[in-house]
């Protein structure tokens, strides 16, 4: 309690990016080698499920495992059934009855005292993403700062919202418009950013005076885990999230389908993202409103290059897109498109820069890309490497081993002369896996990034301001970023969210987001 006032002050201060570790000093290396050492000594544990801030155990785990080492447990995790499920359902119907009533500072300081733990525990939440799904000491670090943000962001976002609205003055009457929450909302985040999308989808819904059922990601427990405890830890009231592992064709389709359920925020691939809608838009027996879905699915994002861009730096942003985090971001670049006039040589730089990236456990800071994170998305991607083999002529990589059973590894692979119908230039990999595609001009560059369902994240490389206005005119996708690489949006700085099967534009980190979760009610009183 001592940080409260602190924390509540935070708000009065302009929002600012968490800064990112650098692990060229020592200082910063020691303290994430103590973080690794932390967390290793509690790795195998059981966590029970938590609902109203009462412990449950149902004795049949779902198992959190190293995908560097799959023999190595991370966490336990009693599963859910759909009786807890509904047990959770009731108790967050009942919270939201005292918690849409709390004043929005209020529910704006937990946020705020949450960020505080991250902050000061931020090498010890990185080093549980190594072990858990095997992301850089760099890309872990991002992911908790992002958090840290989210929880900063939408803070005083919702204080903004509270205050009067501006509206156009009418004689003889007073008119305000308030921003009231949902109910209780379903939150379903992803394995690839299991902290920071996590903690963003949660902290919009809790912060606008939503009750949530937070079912994590079957892949990363551990680190949705961790989160939840440290919600309890600022002492945010039982009931408000309740914490549900459990599978997401029992548990998760019934959630979706309840007549109580207000909204869902899901973040994951097009085809389950496609399902919740679907499910979420068949009204129940007893249902009173139209669910609200708030979706962020796939991309195929594309980076385009023109032929007076730089080629070093061009090769180095498109490396850096393609294969961080092994390629297993909805805004990685799986597609290059480059101008015919240079594109022996951009491909030549790319295949130069790939074959410099190494690859191996990354509890060993001197490993860029670690494992991806499963069995089934290692098969899965070896089966497009397979297939790319077959569309174009691979390059670099193209080989992939679970380094003598000990983990899903496979090398950062290019292909090039791909055909822009291709299967490797349409459908999503998501994994480190680059389609290199030959445009005739910038006219024909354009239209072939365009080409698919997704629309996502892009990026357009030139000097040329007539083709850079073009690619901001004509280039369709949520995100789109001008000479730099299409990945690593920043929280206030890029909101998030892309166009047509890549989701509903929620621009997560942005002052549209909350809305979202709230609904607008207009009162007037006649003077």
């Known amino acids: 309690m001592g940080n409260t006032v602190v924390e509540r002050n935070a708000v009065m201060t302009e929002f600012r990016n968490e800064p990112f570790t650098d692990f060229a000093v020592a200082q910063n290396e020691k303290a994430m080698r103590d973080g690794l050492a932390t967390v290793r000594k509690n790795l195998g544990k059981s966590f029970p499920l938590v609902i109203g801030g009462e412990r449950i155990e149902t004795n049949d785990f779902l198992v959190s495992t190293n995908p560097a080492n799959p023999s190595e447990v991370i966490g336990k995790f009693h599963k859910a059934t759909t009786e807890h499920a509904e047990k959770a359902m009731q ?6 009855e005292t918690w849409k009533y709390v004043a929005p500072a209020e529910r704006a300081s937990y946020l705020f005292k949450a960020a505080a733990i991250m902050r000061a525990r931020k090498m010890e939440l990185a080093a549980l993403m190594i072990c858990e799904i095997g992301k850089s000491w760099a890309e872990a670090d991002g992911d908790v700062a992002e958090a840290i943000d989210f929880c900063e962001f939408y803070g005083r976002e919702m204080i903004r919202l509270s205050q009067p609205q501006p509206l156009v003055p009418y004689p003889g009457e007073e008119n305000e418009l308030q921003y009231i929450p949902l109910g209780v909302g379903v939150v379903i985040p ?24 937070l ?13 939840f405890a440290i919600l309890e830890e600022v002492g945010l009231p039982h009931g408000v999230v309740n914490f549900l592992p459990g599978p997401g064709a029992s548990v998760g389709d019934f959630l979706i389908m309840h007549p109580k359920t207000r909204f869902i925020a899901f973040t994951g691939s097009k085809e389950v993202g496609l399902r919740i809608n679907e499910l979420a838009a068949k009204p129940q027996k007893g249902q009173l409103w139209i669910k609200r879905v708030v979706a962020e699915m796939g991309g195929k994002d594309s980076i385009i290059v023109d032929d007076s861009a730089d080629i070093d730096s061009t090769a180095k942003d498109v490396v850096a897109a393609a294969f961080g985090f092994s390629g297993q971001k909805c805004s990685a670049c799986s597609r290059v498109i480059i101008h015919e006039k240079i594109y022996d040589k951009l491909l030549a730089k790319i295949v130069e820069e790939t074959k410099k990236l190494t690859m191996g456990n990354v509890e060993d800071k001197a490993n860029y890309m670690g494992p991806v994170a499963s069995k089934s998305a290692f098969k899965s991607i070896c089966e497009y490497i397979e297939i790319g083999k077959t569309e174009g002529k691979c390059v670099a990589g ?31 990999i998501f994994g480190p896996v680059l389609a290199v595609i030959k445009a005739k001009d910038w006219k024909d560059a354009l239209e072939i990034a365009n080409n698919t369902e997704f629309g996502l994240t892009g990026a ?68």
């Open 190 to 213: 992803p394995w690839n950013f299991p902290l920071a999308i996590l903690v963003g989808m949660t902290t919009a819904a809790l912060v606008s005076g939503n009750t949530v059922i």
């Open 91 to 96: 108790t967050a119907l009942k919270t939201f």
């Open 215 to 227: 079912k994590p990601s079957s892949d990363t427990p551990s680190i949705a885990q961790a989160f």
């Open 460 to 527: 357009a490389y030139s000097k040329n301001r007539e083709h850079i206005e073009q690619a901001r005119r004509e280039f369709f996708v949520g995100n789109l970023y001008l000479n730099r690489k299409c990945t690593g949006a920043l929280v206030g700085v890029h909101p998030f969210g892309g166009f047509n099967m890549s989701g509903t534009d929620s621009k997560a980190g942005g002052r549209d987001y909350l809305l979202l979760f709230t609904q607008g009610k207009s009162i007037s009183e006649r003077r």
């Open 398 to 428: 193209g080989n992939y081993d679970t380094k003598d059973g000990a983990g899903f590894f496979i090398e950062p692979t290019v292909i090039e002369g791909v055909s822009p119908t291709a299967r490797i230039a349409q459908e999503e």
